[in-house]
């Protein structure tokens, strides 16, 4: 995340950590030793629906609270990721969309822990900002979400280079499993452009993806 990339902040006096605040995209805290990095913030979509011929009233015009998130994410001790992401949808309760510890310490080999969206399927790991429609398409249906478990992911080669495999429950968003079967899911993809200095040549990326489980 290039929030969390920017140089720390210089140590205090007497060996003492400074931890600097900055208010950009949110709330962001930094360790001058480095030790801590977090970024907490949000996003709110708020809908007004209305139909133009609805002379039956077969659907109402409506305002509604289409999504209302809160982030929390950083660095601990250089080494360690986590986030936490609660989310209250269409005006309901809060709950959990993510809550993962990783360790991080090589690029090539990371490791992650909790609840998380499996590593399958391109719009599903397109973060809500970036993508192109306000909803997802009907195909985003038909592929795992969110699961608990386990992952193993990385950059063999950095930015070019791309793997994950994640051994879940595969009953979904905070949901035990029935049995004793876990769903492996696994990608790779590649950048052969991530370096050019043209958007089209950088952004063309090549994927495999599968899933597999048995309930």
Known sequence: DERLGAPAPAAGSAGRDV?????KDG??????????????GGTFVFYGRFFIRNNERVQSDTFQIRQARIVIEGKLFRDWEFRVQPTASNGGNFALDDGYLGLVRWSWLKVRVG??????????????????????????????????????????????????????????????????????????????????????????HFGLAGTYGRQ
């Open 19 to 23: 931890i600097e605040t900055i208010f």
């Open 27 to 40: 709330l962001q805290l930094r360790a001058a030793s480095g030790d801590l990095e977090a970024h907490i």
């Open 115 to 204: 609840q998380f969206k499996a590593p399958f399927g391109m719009e599903q790991l397109t973060l809500d900002p970036y993508t192109d429609f306000p909803e997802r398409s009907l195909a985003d249906r038909l592929v795992p979400s969110r699961e608990i478990g386990i992952m193993v992911h990385g950059e063999p080669v950095a930015k070019v280079l791309s793997y994950a495999v994640m051994l879940s429950n595969g009953t979904g968003r905070s949901s035990t499993d029935e049995n004793s079967d876990k769903d492996l899911t696994a990608r790779a993809w590649v950048r052969p452009g991530a370096t050019s200095e043209s958007d089209w040549i950088k952004g063309l």
